[in-house]
Nanobody
Framework: QVQLVESGGGLVQTGGSLRLSCAAS????????MAWFRQAPGKEREFVAS????????TYADSVRGRFSISRDNAKNTVYLQMNNLKPEDTAVYYC????????????WGQGTQVTVSS
């Protein structure tokens, strides 16, 4: 059973930066694809970014490409989301997710961390 714990959320002004962390335990981290999703009030959860098991390939939503960067440290069982030039529309609860074989979708989720961007 994989457990995911996010941290690093908070309140920031427009144009500011935050780095989210997600610590994983209970599985083989290096065999898991990882991703960040977010859910704003009144909206459905949406994909933000993903990274393959060894970090070779990253994928981003159009809305964050060029501003956000996903990375991972397999030695620390941690995935990160560096968020720069934040905008009020980035306000959401951010969730870390893991995909373990043989699942074709992200099958483990953290509890989320709140990010609020003030205008």
């Amino acid at each position: 059973q994989v457990q995911l714990v996010e941290s690093g959320g908070g309140l920031v002004q427009t144009g500011g930066s935050l780095r989210l962390s997600c610590a994983a335990s209970g599985g083989t981290f290096s065999s898991q694809s990882m991703a960040w999703f977010r859910q704003a009030p009144g909206k459905e959860r949406e994909f933000v970014a993903s990274i393959t098991r060894r970090g070779a390939i990253t994928t981003y939503a159009d809305s964050v490409r060029g501003r956000f960067s996903i990375s991972r440290d397999n030695a620390k069982n941690t995935v990160y989301l560096q968020m720069n030039n934040l905008k009020p529309e980035d306000t959401a609860v951010y969730y870390c997710a893991a995909r373990t074989a043989p699942s074709t979708s992200f099958n483990y989720w953290g509890q989320g961390t709140q990010v609020t961007v003030s205008s």
